[in-house]
């Protein structure tokens, strides 16, 4: 038997399991091919005693409605940068990679299929540069990946975000509020984009075009008469005000060197109460809830047609690419054309100016 071994990494997403049945169902139509999962990425094959399970149809029937993954993720360490404790207590890393592709030769993995997003779809060129037969799936709610139209998760994330805009908007009616979303993105501002848009907010804020936090409150004041009035803003998590910095902290969690972002909607809230803006302000931070849950249908489809574009190109032995989407085909992209221009809003697109004609405003 040939083997190939499904690793998830990064951050959780909806729409994995659909990828990952996808990928065992195609599978099971080759005679001579067995589906490996790896528990919680490349740490299954790392750890010692070795974390991983045959996936076959009975271990994924019906997964693809699950959010999640039933194999395990994480974002923390990884083969080129793995936790050690030092003696002195202080924490530390090493390279683990030839290693782990020695003990995957040792396995009998004829191939490697990685899901993740743009720092998973790093390690898997590296990977491929010391010789791993890998290929990439492309997975984020950020949708900050160019070389696709989009990733699986991402149009769950924004049907969250939509409806939390929808439940905010009785409220704030209700008490004459202003109630600012924080949602995801990191430094793509796609999520609150279209939720703003979907959701019908007043003001949109995205990491692309920095804000004034006068012009907010312009237009934000427009909205109440006498005291009269409610209004939504969403922001992205990783907007920034005109000339500022982002909303950020320093991870104290071992093998995780990513920001932490997040607050930036108390800090609107702090910025227009010092400026005189009177109005009742709250804040939601929606946070994880947009990882979590069943996926949308739009993103079980796009799931599955990634997940077995994936193991046929393992059968095409195109190694050292990623599955794409490119409307309206399915398509494969050398991995370091994947990853060298992240996918981030441009402020002259299309979308923008739609946001623009129906009175959105970004702050600029």
């Not at 750890?47 to 271990?59: G, Q, S």
Request: aromatic share 6%; proline share 4%.
């Amino acid at each position: 038997m040939k083997r190939v071994l499904v690793a998830t990494g990064g951050g959780d997403c909806p729409g994995l399991n659909a990828v990952i049945r996808a990928i065992v169902k195609r599978a099971s139509q080759e005679p001579d091919w067995e589906v490996i999962g790896s528990i919680q990425s490349f740490d299954g094959i790392l750890r010692e005693p070795t974390e991983i399970k045959v996936l076959d149809e009975r271990a994924v029937a019906g997964i693809h409605v699950q959010g999640g993954t039933i194999i395990g993720t994480t974002n923390k360490g990884g083969p080129f940068a793995w936790p050690v404790k030092n003696k002195d207590g202080s924490w530390g890393a090493v390279d683990r990679s030839d290693e782990m592709i020695r003990k995957l030769q040792y396995l009998g993995i004829d191939a490697v299929i990685s899901i993740g997003g743009d720092g998973s779809q790093r390690i898997s060129q590296q990977l491929y540069e010391k010789g791993l037969n890998i290929i990439g799936v492309p997975k984020t709610i950020d949708n900050d990946l160019s070389a696709t139209d989009f990733t699986f998760g991402f149009q769950t994330a924004v049907q969250i975000a939509t409806e939390a805009v929808d439940k905010l908007v009785t409220t704030a009616a209700s008490h004459n509020r202003v109630l600012i979303l924080e949602v995801m993105g990191r430094y793509a501002g796609w999520i609150a984009l279209h939720a703003a848009i979907a959701g019908g907010a007043e003001v949109c804020l995205i990491p692309e075009i920095p804000y004034d936090i006068h012009k907010v409150a312009e237009r934000l004041q427009s909205r109440y008469n006498k005291g009269k009035g409610h209004a939504i803003v969403v922001v992205a998590e990783g907007a920034l005000p005109k000339g500022g910095t982002l909303v950020s902290a320093e991870s104290d969690e071992v093998g995780y060197h990513n920001l932490r972002l997040g607050g930036v909607a108390h800090k609107i809230t702090r910025d227009l109460k010092s400026i005189g803006f009177e109005a009742d302000i709250r804040e939601t931070v929606l946070g994880h809830l947009q990882r979590g849950g069943i996926p949308v249908a739009y993103d079980r489809v796009l799931a599955t047609q990634f997940g077995v574009k994936a193991f046929e190109m393992v059968l095409e032995g195109k190694f050292g690419e990623m599955v794409a989407y490119r409307h309206p085909d399915i398509i494969s992209v050398p991995l370091i054309d994947a990853i060298n221009r992240p996918n981030f809003v441009d402020p002259d697109c299309d979308l923008i100016r739609t946001a623009r004609g129906v009175g959105i405003s970004f702050g600029d």
